[in-house]
């Protein structure tokens, strides 16, 4: 049985989220350079999110939250982990193919609900019609989460990992085709990704099969651990439904303001590089390492793997949200302002990315905390949870919208991302010392937060000697390049020296194999 080994999967799929990031940001400045902040754009984001909200409902939330600790649990101790994993592509398949069936005939109510600021102008057609479009995006995805947490359970991280890496390379010279051949950009980029989920799907499933798991549809059938994984992930639906919520109450204070949706999403893009490539990375490795310890008895073990995890993760977090927070306009104006994209929509993005950036850790940390609940197949207290946190963003996204207007949205959610995250934490006391950090994580906490502090001075006062070079056309980049570089230098060398990080722990880990 292939063990898996924490440092070596945060690794893997830590580098192929960040290739797709990277990639992401090209897709980003195409959209904003050939499209830009507009009513195109705003039916586009509005649109787009509305599959990817129902993925992160079905899918990668609920699903994968009750799927993955009983696979790797099954495939542990021996208990016929393939027959399970048919079961629940075939009951996966068929509840996503009604839904998406659904979702194309009543796609008009579907955008009011999510939108309703869009009614009575030309963004509600535009997002009905795009909508059509790429609903179908959720089917190819949903299927191809299973097969990336199939993988992931057992201890192979990088096809799974690399697979979103097709959307962005399929949308990008789509949307490069376009402009070139004088099309309109919008209709290529739209249609890129359907096509898209299938490569991603196709992928996944030929890795799987590969690594000796056969999955074939067939009919669905109910059986006693169907029953026991709808019953764990009802929860765990409920608390991503939950989430997306937050989402959708901001993008409805949003869309009461011309090209607010366009710059939300704009900044929400630049704080998910640090969020994908550190949080989202330890959550898939941490659970199925937790789930396959606890099944073992190994508590040990299980400690040690939190601990690690939630070191790595602020030890690359914190300095990543010091830096959205010191330079945020740097990084927006060089990455986005081009073509139809302004300085004034620059200014805007770059307020809500400081607003994201102060919410990072707390994002991150709930990427760590809660596989400590879903690898006990917990997923009751994780909603009650989100449950609150859904009522503080509620309140001050809708409060403040009266008073600050579109960014109460960016607030709100990093307000309630702190909330959530103090409640996990909490969560954690009756688990005992098995969901606490150990000493080395406490040691080094201090020492990672004084790295940022210092880290983030360090740039303050090299925005101040590079600011004339940022804003000249053939000097932004390599300024930006250099501020960059400045920041990441300066914190490793001050980490290095205080103790708060020691790259030779990384070395030893990957000799082990750990």
């Given at each position: 049985?292939?063990?898996?080994?924490?440092?070596?999967?945060?690794?893997?799929?830590?580098?192929?989220?960040?290739?797709?990031?990277?990639?992401?940001?090209?897709?980003?400045?195409?959209?904003?350079?050939?499209?830009?902040?507009?009513?195109?754009?705003?039916?586009?984001?509005?649109?787009?999110?509305?599959?990817?909200?129902?993925?992160?409902?079905?899918?990668?939330?609920?699903?994968?939250?009750?799927?993955?600790?009983?696979?790797?649990?099954?495939?542990?101790?021996?208990?016929?982990?393939?027959?399970?994993?048919?079961?629940?592509?075939?009951?996966?398949?068929?509840?996503?193919?009604?839904?998406?069936?659904?979702?194309?005939?009543?796609?008009?109510?579907?955008?009011?609900?999510?939108?309703?600021?869009?009614?009575?102008?030309?963004?509600?057609?535009?997002?009905?019609?795009?909508?059509?479009?790429?609903?179908?995006?959720?089917?190819?995805?949903?299927?191809?989460?299973?097969?990336?947490?199939?993988?992931?359970?057992?201890?192979?991280?990088?096809?799974?990992?690399?697979?979103?890496?097709?959307?962005?390379?399929?949308?990008?010279?789509?949307?490069?085709?376009?402009?070139?051949?004088?099309?309109?950009?919008?209709?290529?980029?739209?249609?890129?990704?359907?096509?898209?989920?299938?490569?991603?799907?196709?992928?996944?499933?030929?890795?799987?099969?590969?690594?000796?798991?056969?999955?074939?549809?067939?009919?669905?059938?109910?059986?006693?651990?169907?029953?026991?994984?709808?019953?764990v992930a009802v929860p765990a639906a409920l608390a991503s439904g939950v989430l997306q919520i937050?989402?959708?109450?901001?993008?409805?204070?949003?869309?009461?303001?011309?090209?607010?949706?366009?710059?939300?999403?704009?900044?929400?893009?630049?704080?998910?590089?640090?969020?994908?490539?550190?949080?989202?990375?330890?959550?898939?490795?941490?659970?199925?390492?937790?789930?396959?310890?606890?099944?073992?008895?190994?508590?040990?073990?299980?400690?040690?793997?939190?601990?690690?995890?939630?070191?790595?993760?602020?030890?690359?977090?914190?300095?990543?949200?010091?830096?959205?927070?010191?330079?945020?306009?740097?990084?927006?104006?060089?990455?986005?302002?081009?073509?139809?994209?302004?300085?004034?929509?620059?200014?805007?993005?770059?307020?809500?990315?400081?607003?994201?950036?102060?919410?990072?850790?707390?994002?991150?940390?709930?990427?760590?905390?809660?596989?400590?609940?879903?690898?006990?197949?917990?997923?009751?207290?994780?909603?009650?949870?989100?449950?609150?946190?859904?009522?503080?963003?509620?309140?001050?996204?809708?409060?403040?919208?009266?008073?600050?207007?579109?960014?109460?949205?960016?607030?709100?959610?990093?307000?309630?991302?702190?909330?959530?995250?103090?409640?996990?934490?909490?969560?954690?006391?009756?688990?005992?010392?098995?969901?606490?950090?150990?000493?080395?994580?406490?040691?080094?906490?201090?020492?990672?937060?004084?790295?940022?502090?210092?880290?983030?001075?360090?740039?303050?006062?090299?925005?101040?000697?590079?600011?004339?070079?940022?804003?000249?056309?053939?000097?932004?980049?390599?300024?930006?390049?250099?501020?960059?570089?400045?920041?990441?230098?300066?914190?490793?060398?001050?980490?290095?020296?205080?103790?708060?990080?020691?790259?030779?722990?990384?070395?030893?880990?990957?000799?082990?194999?750990?």
């Amino acid at each position: 049985m292939k063990p898996i080994r924490l440092m070596r999967g945060f690794l893997t799929v830590g580098f192929w989220t960040l290739m797709s990031r990277v990639l992401g940001f090209v897709r980003e400045v195409l959209i904003l350079a050939y499209i830009g902040p507009g009513p195109v754009m705003d039916a586009f984001v509005a649109a787009f999110r509305l599959p990817n909200m129902f993925r992160r409902f079905f899918a990668e939330g609920a699903f994968n939250a009750a799927f993955v600790p009983m696979f790797s649990k099954k495939y542990e101790g021996d208990e016929d982990a393939q027959k399970f994993a048919r079961d629940a592509f075939n009951g996966l398949a068929f509840v996503v193919l009604i839904l998406t069936g659904l979702a194309m005939v009543f796609m008009p109510a579907l955008v009011w609900a999510t939108a309703e600021g869009f009614a009575g102008d030309e963004r509600f057609d535009l997002t009905v019609g795009y909508g059509r479009i790429v609903f179908p995006y959720i089917l190819f995805m949903s299927l191809a989460a299973l097969f990336s947490g199939v993988l992931n359970a057992t201890g192979r991280f990088a096809a799974a990992a690399a697979a979103p890496v097709l959307l962005n390379i399929f949308v990008i010279a789509a949307m490069v085709a376009g402009a070139r051949m004088g099309g309109a950009v919008i209709d290529w980029l739209l249609w890129a990704i359907p096509v898209a989920g299938v490569a991603q799907l196709v992928l996944v499933w030929q890795a799987t099969t590969r690594a000796g798991i056969s999955i074939v549809p067939g009919r669905p059938r109910w059986t006693p651990d169907m029953k026991h994984m709808i019953v764990v992930a009802v929860p765990a639906a409920l608390a991503s439904g939950v989430l997306q919520i937050n989402l959708l109450v901001g993008q409805l204070v949003a869309s009461n303001t011309p090209n607010a949706l366009s710059w939300l999403y704009a900044a929400d893009r630049l704080y998910q590089l640090p969020l994908g490539v550190v949080g989202i990375a330890v959550g898939i490795v941490l659970l199925p390492s937790l789930s396959r310890h606890l099944k073992s008895g190994d508590a040990a073990a299980s400690r040690a793997s939190l601990s690690r995890a939630g070191e790595v993760s602020l030890a690359l977090t914190l300095p990543a949200a010091v830096a959205l927070m010191v330079i945020p306009l740097p990084l927006v104006s060089v990455l986005y302002e081009r073509g139809q994209t302004t300085s004034d929509d620059s200014a805007a993005i770059a307020v809500a990315v400081s607003i994201y950036g102060l919410g990072l850790p707390a994002f991150v940390m709930q990427k760590v905390l809660q596989p400590l609940f879903f690898a006990r197949e917990d997923t009751r207290t994780p909603f009650r949870y989100a449950t609150v946190a859904m009522v503080v963003n509620a309140i001050l996204a809708v409060g403040l919208s009266y008073v600050i207007g579109w960014i109460a949205a960016a607030i709100a959610a990093t307000g309630a991302a702190w909330v959530q995250t103090a409640l996990l934490w909490r969560g954690t006391r009756p688990m005992g010392d098995i969901a606490r950090f150990d000493d080395r994580f406490r040691d080094r906490l201090w020492r990672i937060v004084l790295a940022s502090a210092l880290m983030g001075a360090v740039l303050w006062g090299a925005t101040l000697v590079l600011s004339p070079f940022l804003g000249m056309a053939g000097w932004r980049y390599l300024a930006l390049t250099a501020l960059i570089a400045v920041g990441i230098f300066s914190y490793f060398a001050i980490a290095q020296m205080i103790g708060a990080l020691q790259l030779s722990d990384f070395r030893r880990a990957l000799r082990r194999g750990d």
